[in-house]
């Protein structure tokens, strides 16, 4: 009985460190959803600023 006991043990800790690598996981695929929206917003922001020329340049 003990070495049954010592597998659901084990059993128990494999699902607790399942869970928890499926909960980093999503964390982390969450902060790249937004660091890839924000890249997509300076560069869209970069290419409008590109489009309309530079904004410290002297006109002559």
């Known amino acids: 009985m003990d070495t049954q006991a010592k597998q659901a ?3 128990c800790r494999d699902r607790e460190m399942d869970e928890e ?5 999503t ?3 969450v902060v790249s959803k937004r ?4 890249l997509t917003m300076l560069s869209r922001q970069d290419e409008h ?7 410290d ?3 002559e």
């Open 49 to 55: 600023k590109e489009e309309g020329g530079k904004s």
């Open 27 to 29: 964390a982390i695929s």
């Open 9 to 11: 043990d084990i059993e």
């Open 21 to 25: 690598l499926a909960d980093v996981l």
């Open 35 to 38: 660091l890839a929206r924000k």
């Open 57 to 59: 340049e002297q006109n």
